[in-house]
């Protein structure tokens, strides 16, 4: 991975050792919130990842203990016209199709909230670890939303296409014990 490519992140943290790039999305303040700056950053990192051939697996995280990914931020979002949100939404969907599609594998570590594009975010990772505090949904409805980021399609074939219309249509948030039970994430580990 380039300095360059690292020098350009500015809400995302990445750290190489021992052949594992260590992805951190850093918007403590906004609970990690995706905006236009974080996809960006993410693609950067992903494709950095993707191209350098020392890096044989990548862990991605949320800073600190509260949050994964807490979703989009509502705060830009709610600025956009119509127009500007399904453009949003088309440049989120590549963003994770990059993840999704880096050629090695990629570890979600959830840590705290994983709502909305968050748990779209850790859906195109390839596996799912989450802390014993973590806390799942796709709450957009509650927005008069849906989902935008792919994370219908992947949360279907993962869970089943029942529970995902639940999850989907109701809001409702699961833990990390009923998320490993339907096989979202694959374990559930002590916090930190």
Do not use: W
């Amino acid at each position: 991975m380039t300095a360059a490519a690292l020098d350009s992140l500015r809400n995302v943290r990445c750290e190489v050792r021992e052949g594992v790039a260590f992805v951190t999305v850093s918007r403590p303040a906004a609970m990690n919130a995706l905006n236009d700056a974080t996809h960006d950053d993410l693609k950067t990192a992903f494709e950095a990842i993707r191209d350098d051939a020392t890096i044989q697996a990548a862990v991605l995280t949320g800073e600190g203990e509260k949050a994964f990914v807490a979703g989009a931020d509502i705060t830009e979002l709610a600025a956009m016209t119509p127009i500007q949100a399904k453009a949003a939404s088309a440049k989120g969907q590549g963003v994770f199709g990059t993840i999704e599609r880096c050629g090695k594998p990629v570890v979600a570590a959830i840590n705290g909230f994983a709502l909305g594009g968050g748990l779209e975010l850790a859906l195109a990772c390839h596996v799912r670890l989450a802390s014993e505090t973590a806390r799942m949904g796709l709450p957009e409805v509650t927005l008069g939303l849906i989902p935008g980021y792919g994370g219908t399609q992947r949360l279907a074939r993962l869970i089943g296409m029942g529970r995902a219309l639940a999850l989907t249509l109701t809001g409702d948030m699961i833990d990390a014990a009923t998320a490993e039970r339907y096989g979202l994430v694959h374990a559930v580990l002590p916090a930190g």
